[in-house]
Structure formats: structure tokens, C-alpha cells
């Protein structure tokens, strides 16, 4: 089996299961049992599943959530969601409410008319080369980490590590393939505690080697 051909069997099972009203209960069948697949699969396809393939079957496993999409056009329809043009760049606080800057598509940025009382921030998933986080700007800059195969995330070894005594156990790991993971993406708060509990053991080792005063290895 191949990494294509594990997208297409999910794709496939979730054109059945729609087709017989059955997508509610499959969704989350699918996705417990596609770890079990994993195993079956050589490096090359460990690396595109990561890379490219998990994402898609993310996508189309979140497209079949139909009943978000029609309460998000009624909210639209009733005026209680709106939308502005332009990319979220920051935010200021301005008495009791938030003054929000955005970036339009030539690059520019500009101030919205609009006042919140709340901004959150939930801009989702951008390429980690083109961050706009100071601290991973800053690092990607100096060729202190890399960019994972699928440029979510940065490229780590098997113990969690993108640098010395730096490691990342959230998103970030996201586009990673290699004898102990298989990551397309890592928002689940659950996974995360779970991926932060095996690297754990690795963290420590290194702590331990530079208390002791020896040289650390990259």
C-alpha cells in the first residue's frame, strides 16, 4: 500500500458512507483506524503521507462536517458574522475595545473602521517559511531549524529535536517522518499531551548531559 492509495481508500469509505447516511459514525471510524496502516508503509510513503497525503484526508474527512458550513451561512444570512477584507496582522487595545490592523493583498497595511470588544486568534495554518512569529523568523533566519517536508512545521529527529536542547511537541511538528512519527498535523490537545509524554524521557536525557557539564551532541 502506498500513501496515494490510502487517500483513496478513505476517500472511497467516505463516499459510502454518505451515500448511505452513515458519514457521522464513519468519520471518526476512519480516523482511528488509519494508524494501523501505518506500519505497512515504507519510508518513501511515510515521508508523503506526512508531507502531503495525511493533510488531504484531514480535509476531506473535515469537509463532510456539512452542519457547521449551513449554521455559518444562517449566522452570515442574520448579519451576526460578517467578514473584512485583509489578513490579521495585529491588534491594539484602544480604551474598552480593540483596534485591528490587516494587511491587504498588495502587501499594505491598513486600520478596519470596526471596534472589537474580543479578538481571537484563529488564523489557522500558514507555511512556517513565510512565518510572521518573531521567534521562529528570527531562528529559520540564522539556519538554527528547518522547515518540515510539507512546510507546516519544522523538521525534527526522532527525539522531538529541531536544534540543540530545542524540541516542539504541538503543530509544530507537523510534516515530520521518521522512525518514530508520522505527523501531518498535531492540534488535538490530547495528542499533544500524549506526544509531550513520550518526549519527555529525551528531554531530560539532554538536560541531564548539559548539567553534567559534557559537550551535547547535535
Not at 39 to 66: F, H, N, P
Not at 73 to 90: M, P, Q, V
Not at 187 to 214: C, F, K, M, Q, W
Request: hydrophobic fraction near 45%.
Amino acid at each position: 500500500m502506498t500513501a496515494a492509495d490510502l487517500y483513496e481508500s478513505v476517500a472511497a469509505d467516505l463516499a459510502a458512507a454518505v451515500a448511505s447516511g452513515a458519514d457521522v459514525a464513519a468519520v471518526p471510524a476512519i480516523m482511528d483506524v488509519i494508524p494501523s496502516f501505518l506500519g505497512v508503509l515504507g519510508s518513501q510513503d511515510r515521508e508523503a503521507l506526512a508531507a502531503e497525503y495525511g493533510m488531504l484526508i484531514t480535509k476531506l474527512l473535515r469537509g463532510d462536517c456539512g452542519d457547521a458550513v449551513d449554521i455559518l451561512d444562517t449566522l452570515i444570512a442574520a448579519r451576526i458574522i460578517s467578514f473584512e477584507a485583509g489578513r490579521y496582522w495585529t491588534s491594539r487595545r484602544r480604551q474598552s475595545c480593540f483596534e485591528v490592523t490587516v494587511i491587504d493583498r498588495d502587501g499594505l497595511r491598513r486600520k478596519l473602521d470596526s471596534r472589537y470588544g474580543v479578538v481571537i486568534g484563529a488564523v489557522g495554518f500558514e507555511t512556517v517559511s513565510a512565518t510572521r512569529a518573531p521567534l521562529l523568523r528570527q531562528l529559520l533566519d540564522d539556519g538554527i531549524v528547518h522547515v518540515s517536508s510539507s512546510d507546516r512545521g519544522l523538521r525534527t529527529d526522532s527525539r522531538f529535536r529541531v536544534a540543540p536542547r530545542l524540541f516542539v511537541t504541538g503543530p509544530l511538528l507537523a510534516g515530520n517522518a521518521n522512525a518514530n512519527m508520522v505527523i501531518w498535523h498535531a492540534e488535538s490537545v490530547r495528542r499533544i499531551l500524549e506526544i509531550a509524554h513520550t518526549a519527555a524521557p529525551y528531554i531530560v536525557h539532554d538536560l541531564l548531559i548539559v548539567s553534567s557539564g559534557n559537550t551535547l551532541s547535535a
